[in-house]
């Protein structure tokens, strides 16, 4: 068992802060924090693939996720948790100043 303070990153420091990474059972699990700031675009450009499975959970704040086409998939607000595929794009709008927490999961 291992119990971590949930921090998140401030003023110029990374958006995302990572507080654990473990492997057991062949499974790598990583969580962390991530703090976003209103007006910006995750990733910058394009859209991102991850090689792992992911779950977020909205803390405060709200992120206008988008579709491939551009098309608006879904507004994650306060009180939202979303589960992406490893390699299922992603992007999103930031709307609000956001904190979120995630949980990453993949083979070792």
Not at 44 to 72: L, Q
Request: positive net charge; hydrophobic residues 35%.
């Amino acid at each position: 068992m291992k119990l971590k303070q949930l921090i998140y990153p401030k003023g110029k420091e990374h958006y995302n802060n990572k507080l654990l990474s473990h492997t057991n059972a062949g499974v790598v699990t990583t969580f962390g924090t991530v703090s976003l700031k209103k007006g910006t675009r995750i990733p910058e450009n394009g859209f991102s693939r991850h090689p792992f499975n992911e779950v977020s959970i909205i803390i405060e704040g709200c992120i206008e996720m988008i579709n491939e086409d551009g098309t608006i998939f879904e507004y994650l607000k306060k009180g939202t948790a979303v589960y992406i595929n490893a390699l299922e794009p992603q992007a999103g709008n930031v709307l609000e100043d956001t904190k979120l927490i995630y949980i990453l999961n993949q083979k070792a």
